[in-house]
């Protein structure tokens, strides 16, 4: 349904998202990256001045001169660990920035999406729901919270798998050659799942149901979800364009396909 979504909404000449959309949505994209940005990089400041307190920036290791063949071997066991330790900081860092520009364009989408998912409610239904503009503080509230939800649910299980592939790669170092790639894919269906999740918080909220019935309703159809978180992690992962991408091919398309199904009148619902 996410490829037909588009002449979808030709179709029911609610093109005006597409037409606002480029701008809206580039500048709110903008807006969440710059953000995102001074986030990950106040976290990463306040991880290095921990490595410096506890001994191991560049230049405590730099300071510490060898006299005999035991502190040269001390001197480069700590080099290795700070060299460890440094990318470990830099992938962590990425990792945050990924997933808090993600939740922060959701946020912002949030008074979109859901305005998208009532004139598709609206199609699909007959059923008219007027604008108001306390509307839009409340779908924003509303998309605070969902997104913090997720993010955090998403980081728990995020942190679970990089753990668990910690202790494989100390424990069973050949193994970790097999795990390692069913790790990765499993940190990408997680991902692409809470994706899912959030583009179909605003279809169930004017379906009626409060965020927490979302959250359960969204596992009962885990299926619907994750196949179209799958295509904005996709597209997010593009270097350096994802998120611009993502923001213009992800939210609208992906709220469109999901309020069709949702919506539609054979369509099962779980209330």
Known sequence: MWWSSFGYLKRQKLRRYHAAGP??????????????????????????HHLENAGLSGQSTAESTTQTWWDQVLFWGASQAEWIIEWSVILLVLWLKVKTTK????????PI??????????????HHTPFQWSGIFRDILRGIRISAILLLMELGLGLTLSLLGLALTLFTGPLMVIAGPLLLLASWIVSAYFFGAAVYDPVYEQGGLDWKTSIRTG?????????????FSLIMAIPWAGPYL???????PCTTAAARRYFRPNAIQHT
């Open 219 to 231: 596992w009962k159809q885990r299926g619907h979800l994750l196949g179209l978180g799958a295509i």
């Open 103 to 110: 939740y922060l364009l959701i946020t912002l989408m949030s």
């Open 113 to 126: 999406m859901s305005a998208l998912s009532a004139d598709i409610k609206n199609a699909e239904t007959g």
């Open 23 to 48: 701008m809206v949505i580039i500048g709110l994209a903008t807006a969440g990256i710059f953000f995102s940005n001074w986030l990950t990089e106040t976290l990463k400041t306040g991880l290095y």
């Open 246 to 252: 993502a923001a213009l091919l992800g939210p609208i």
